[in-house]
Structure formats: structure tokens, C-alpha cells
């Protein structure tokens, strides 16, 4: 596809200063896509939440007496395999998965196909589905502390207070004698570690989010049950029944392969630690399920926990970010328009509509609200308002 630059654009290298006239230094109106884009990202990651909170109570009633390594290759071999399904016969706007991408994703892989659902579900049936589903809200600490520490994604006030309310609720959890039923200790330590394996996997899915995420999906769920799947051959471990497994395959398919690709497109608008937090909400879900289902487990640490856990969620949801900055020439290429705001080149012949191909940025010097999304992965000189 030919494309040349806007004869106004600034040469790379060249920075305008905040007072200069420019089309590229400029005040961006609050009303604008971007605020569109910010909304679809935090629509994108509630329903991902809902699609996998609603799948933590049957993993457990699928899962039986099998193995938790068995388990976990049926989970992401039914969300591999409802990717394929859904990429078959359709074309994409989406920038395509290279060999280059294959080590990241095989590490991706690691962590979120193979290590955080086999502590997952060797976890579950030790703390019930209901303190279970809430402790999975670490995961949202976790994703933002660790897309702080590499990413450099910013945390304000608002954010700080509600991972500590967040961690708070964890730590009850963990402690687990409020109630009549105390919670296994153990199960809250598998759990927990699902949640960090999980967030270390959405840190290192961030360079992956701008691309086709139905081809993300396929190779990292495929990836993940071939390791697994090997693994419980190999040593004969217990498989549940075929009603199980089917239980299993279909929790895959709308909990890890449906959600995990709306998390990628959420990602791409909003960044990894916003969408992480907003992703907090599945465990709410997953415990509001099981509680209607009949469990009880957990008592007043439960109760406590999740009114600590729903302040950290809507104060994670509510937080805005805006100030004046600045953006470096740079070169990629992933599905954009050219009504956003950052995609001002052209075509001959024009292109309209969502699309992918190569291409460039000027430096650009603006203002507007913006979340850490491809274009605002900037550095913060100073530590922003909340």
C-alpha cells in the first residue's frame, strides 16, 4: 500500500515547543476520540471481566478429581481452538504475528497459559469458588505494580489508595478466621500465585496487544495446552470425565479465549495497569455466580474482603489522566484510523475504515486526557494528579 507523509507534518527530530503554531502542537478538544477510545477500552475490559469472572465457579465442577495440569491444557485448548474457529474465513484489519513475536509468546505462554491455570485450579478446590473468585482481584495489584516497575505506566493518588484498600482485602483473605469456615492458606497462596503469573503475563502481552489478538489467542493457547497436555500424558495424571472436559473446553473458550481477546483490545486503548484494574471486576462476578449457586464459604472475611476489593475497583474505573506532552517520531505498524487524533498521513488511493500497514509518526507536542495506550507511553518528569 502507497503512502506518503502530509506536507505539513513536522521532520523527525524536530520537537515543537508549546508555543509554536502547529498542527502538531495543539490543544486536543476533551471530547474527542480520544475519550471515545478511552470508553470502548473500559467497555472492552468489563466484558472481558464478566466473560472470565462467570467461568471461575464451573472450573471446579468440571475439574472433579482430575489433575490441575489436566485441567488447565483443556481450559486453553478450548480457547485456542475457539480463536481458530472464530479466524477461519475472516479477514482482519490487524497487524499479523511474525517469528519474531514467537519467544515472547512462548513465554506468554509460560506464565499465563501453563503456571497461573495449573495453580488456579489446584487452588479453587481448597478455598471455595466465592474467596477464591474475589482473591483473584490481586491480579489487578499486581498487573499495575509490575506495569509501573516496566513499563513505567504512571500511578496517582487515586491509584495508590486503591491498590492499597486492594492488597488490604487480600491479606483478610488470607488471615480467613472471621467467618465460621476458615479459608486454606495454601489454596490463598496458589491463588496467589495464579494472579502474579497472570499479571506477568499481561505485562509482556503489551507489545503483542496491537496486533491481530484472535492469532494471539490461537498460538498462546495452543502453546499452553501442548506443554500441559504433555505433561499429564507423560505421567498419567487423572483426566476428568467427558461431561467435565466439555465443561472445561467451553469455560476455555468464553473465560480465557473470548476474554482474553477483548483484554487485548482493551489493552491497545487503555494500557496495562488501567486495564487490569477495570479487569478487577471478574472476580465480583465470579463470587456474585457462586454465591447464587449455594456456596458460603469464606464468612465475614468474604464480605469484608469484597466491600474492600469493590472501593479499590471503582477507584481504579474513575481515575483520569491528562497533561501536556509530547510524542517522539517513531515508526510501527498495527489497526488504526484516521479520525484518532495520532494517524494524520494519507493514502493514494485513499483508505478509510480501520486498517494496518507501516508507517510513520512526526514529533507532536499536545494536550488532551489519554491513557498509556501505543501512542502515550511517555515518561512522567513529575508525578501526575490523580
Same mark, same amino acid.
Request: aromatic fraction near 4%; glycine fraction near 10%.
Given at each position: ?32 476520540a ?13 466484558v ?112 495508590a ?17 472471621l467467618?465460621d ?26 507489545p ?18 501442548l ?93 483520569? =489522566?491528562? @497533561?501536556h +506532552? /509530547? $510524542?517522539?517520531?517513531?515508526? %510501527?505498524? #498495527?489497526? !488504526?484510523?484516521? &479520525?484518532?487524533? *495520532? ?11 480501520? =486498517?494496518? @500497514?507501516? +508507517? /510513520? $509518526?512526526?514529533a507532536?507536542? %499536545?494536550? #488532551?486526557? !489519554?491513557?498509556? &495506550?501505543?501512542? *502515550? ?10
Amino acid at each position: 500500500m502507497n503512502t506518503r507523509r502530509d506536507s505539513s507534518s513536522n521532520r523527525a527530530g524536530e520537537t515543537p515547543t508549546p508555543d509554536e503554531e502547529s498542527p502538531y502542537n495543539r490543544e486536543v478538544p476533551a471530547g474527542d476520540a480520544h475519550r471515545s477510545a478511552f470508553g470502548r477500552g473500559v467497555l472492552l475490559a468489563a466484558v472481558a471481566a464478566l466473560a472470565f469472572g462467570a467461568t471461575t465457579p464451573f472450573i471446579a465442577r468440571g475439574q472433579g478429581k482430575a489433575s490441575p495440569i489436566a485441567t488447565a491444557c483443556l481450559l486453553y485448548l478450548g480457547a485456542a481452538a475457539a480463536a481458530l474457529l472464530s479466524r477461519l474465513g475472516r479477514p482482519r484489519p490487524d497487524a499479523h504475528l511474525r517469528a519474531a513475536h514467537l519467544p515472547r509468546l512462548a513465554l506468554v505462554a509460560g506464565f499465563g497459559a501453563v503456571l497461573a491455570p495449573v495453580a488456579l485450579a489446584w487452588g479453587l478446590p481448597r478455598t471455595g469458588p466465592t474467596a477464591g473468585s474475589l482473591l483473584l482481584c490481586l491480579e489487578a495489584v499486581f498487573t499495575a505494580l509490575l506495569a509501573w516497575l516496566v513499563h513505567r505506566e504512571p500511578i496517582g493518588r487515586r491509584v495508590a489508595l486503591a491498590l492499597a484498600l486492594m492488597t488490604a482485602a487480600g491479606a483478610l483473605l488470607a488471615t480467613g478466621s472471621l467467618g465460621d469456615n476458615p479459608i486454606d492458606r495454601l489454596g490463598i497462596a496458589a491463588l496467589a500465585v495464579a494472579t502474579l503469573a497472570w499479571a506477568s503475563d499481561n505485562v509482556l502481552t503489551r507489545p503483542l496487544a496491537d496486533l491481530d489478538p484472535l492469532s494471539v489467542v490461537a498460538v498462546k493457547g495452543g502453546l499452553g495446552a501442548l506443554a500441559t497436555g504433555t505433561v499429564a500424558l507423560v505421567a498419567r495424571l487423572a483426566w476428568p470425565t467427558p461431561g467435565g472436559a466439555l465443561l472445561l473446553a467451553a469455560c476455555g473458550a468464553t473465560g480465557y479465549g473470548l476474554s482474553l481477546q477483548l483484554y487485548l483490545l482493551a489493552q491497545r486503548r487503555i494500557g496495562t495497569g488501567r486495564t487490569g484494574s477495570i479487569f478487577a471486576l471478574a472476580p465480583f462476578f465470579g463470587a456474585a455466580l457462586s454465591f447464587a449457586l449455594g456456596d458460603r464459604s469464606g464468612g465475614i472475611a468474604v464480605a469484608a474482603a469484597g466491600g474492600l476489593f469493590a472501593i479499590g475497583v471503582t477507584l481504579h474505573a474513575t481515575e483520569r =489522566h491528562a @497533561h501536556h +506532552h /509530547e $510524542h517522539e517520531p517513531m515508526s %510501527h505498524d #498495527h489497526m !488504526h484510523r484516521h &479520525d484518532d487524533g *495520532h494517524h494524520d498521513h494519507v493514502h493514494d488511493p485513499p483508505v478509510e475504515g480501520a =486498517h494496518s @500497514h507501516p +508507517h /510513520e $509518526h512526526p514529533a507532536v507536542t %499536545h494536550s #488532551h486526557e !489519554h491513557a498509556p &495506550d501505543l501512542h *502515550h507511553r511517555h515518561s512522567h518528569r513529575r508525578r501526575p494528579s490523580a
